[in-house]
């Protein structure tokens, strides 16, 4: 009954800027806050935590190679979220997915197997 849809991916020059959005769709059916993270996968690696927000609080998290670059933020009605990305670097090259779980914290955000709902993905290219 949840669903997550990712877009907002392209192609850019380093330095250049993104803005990704994460439509959830009867989330809220079950929980009335939820976190919702964001991940990326580079080519020949694992997926890596980007960073989260907690609906409930707006609090977010990142991971340290994003922090200052990246921005996550949520509408009014609690059912699209943003990363936004600026100064782009190459190494950001990646399919970028967004999930949904009930709660955050500055550790359980970053594990992936407790994410309950994933997006399809969008895909992020940065040239030098």
């Known amino acids: 009954q949840v669903q997550l849809v990712e877009s907002g991916g392209g192609s850019v020059q380093a330095g250049g800027s993104l803005r990704l959005s994460c439509v959830a769709s009867r989330y809220t059916d079950t929980y009335s806050s939820y976190c919702i993270g964001w991940f990326r996968q580079r080519p020949g690696k694992e997926r890596e935590g980007v960073g989260a927000?907690?609906?409930?609080?707006?609090?977010?998290y990142y991971v340290d190679s994003v922090k200052g670059r990246f921005t996550i933020s949520q509408d009014s009605a609690k059912n699209t979220v943003w990363l936004q990305m600026n100064s782009l670097k190459p190494e950001d090259t990646a399919m970028y997915y967004c999930a949904a779980k009930d709660t955050c914290g500055s550790a359980a955000w970053l594990l992936t197997p407790l994410y309950n709902y994933w997006g399809q993905g969008t895909q992020v290219t940065v040239s030098s």
């Open positions: 927000i907690y609906t409930g609080t707006r609090i977010t």
